[in-house]
């Protein structure tokens, strides 16, 4: 057994998000989203349902999936409204989501428990689902964060 | 935060019946030193203690809650008390207000009571909160 262990805080072992431009022509830099307290990766198939009148119970068959990234983030000024000199990172989280960018994203799943290293999920998508939120018990800016895919995930 | 405590509660009860003093309230042959020393406050050493408040999966970025704990004591004659005593008490209360205790979010004050013995024992613990980022 080799379960996958991202140790949180633990540097070259911890799962990692790293965003850069999907466009065909891309835009510099890269953008890697920190701060994350939790990720969801959605692979949903969508199914066909059928009955036939020779058969006691429903006939389906899987489709198209629906994929996405579901996070949680912890708001850090410049990742989330974008920092430095090339054109992908000045955007930021935010900007992704306000311009609408395509972008690449490459997720590594963290090590495995017996230290070997992990799977890299890949693919394109747009950032959306934005709702960042604070509160006077706690006064730090979180927001989720979902990275909706375009196409299939890749894993490397 | 002991020294600035210090500061402010020696300015704002001077001219009164009590002092404020510099010791630590160490025991003192089996007894602690404002068990012995009337109308004295005694401010503790601070106590610092740290709260995962949002955790995070990589290795910066964790949001700490820190809360610096100061205990200040003062004992009073409990057959008599004296007639400046709910002044004195919300004078000491009034310290988590000090303008020079800056950079926290949360500042705090509980006031207990106890006897001992014909003393009554009056404790104010003082809990200063803020967020530290671990990077």
């Known amino acids: 057994m080799a379960y996958i262990y991202p140790a949180p805080g633990v540097t070259g072992v911890e799962l990692t998000l790293t965003l850069t431009s999907g466009r065909d022509t891309p835009l510099a830099g890269t953008i890697e989203v920190l701060a994350l307290q939790d990720v969801t990766v959605n692979a949903a198939n969508d199914v066909f349902t059928w009955t036939q009148l020779d058969e006691t119970a429903k006939l389906q068959v899987a489709t198209t999936s629906t994929n996405s990234l579901s996070m949680n983030l912890v708001l850090d000024q410049d990742i989330f409204f974008g920092t430095g000199t090339d054109a992908f990172e000045l955007l930021g989280i935010f900007g992704l989501s306000k311009d609408k960018e395509l972008v690449n994203f490459s997720l590594y799943l963290g090590d495995t428990s017996t230290g070997v290293t992990g799977k890299t999920l890949t693919g394109k998508g747009y950032v959306t689902g934005l709702a960042p939120t604070v509160s006077a018990d706690a006064p730090v800016w979180v927001s989720p964060i979902t990275i909706t895919v375009t196409g299939e995930y890749t894993v490397a | ?135």
């Not at chain 2, 205990?71 to 020079?100: M, W």
């Open chain 2, 1 to 135: 935060m002991r020294d600035t405590l210090l500061t402010f509660l020696s300015t704002a009860i001077t001219g009164t019946d009590f002092s404020v003093t510099q010791e630590l309230p160490y025991n003192g042959d089996g007894a602690p030193l404002f068990l012995k020393n009337l109308k004295r406050v005694y401010v503790d050493q601070d106590q610092t203690s740290q709260d995962p408040l949002l955790d995070v999966l990589n290795s910066s970025g964790q949001v700490v809650a820190e809360t610096v704990t100061n205990t200040v004591t003062v004992v009073v004659d409990a057959k008599v008390l004296p007639s400046g005593y709910t002044t004195l008490v919300n004078q000491i209360r009034s310290a988590r207000l000090d303008p020079a205790i800056t950079g926290f979010s949360q500042k705090s004050t509980a006031v207990s009571t106890e006897y001992n013995g014909a003393h009554l024992v009056t404790e104010f613990v003082f809990n200063f909160t803020k967020l530290i980022v671990n990077n």
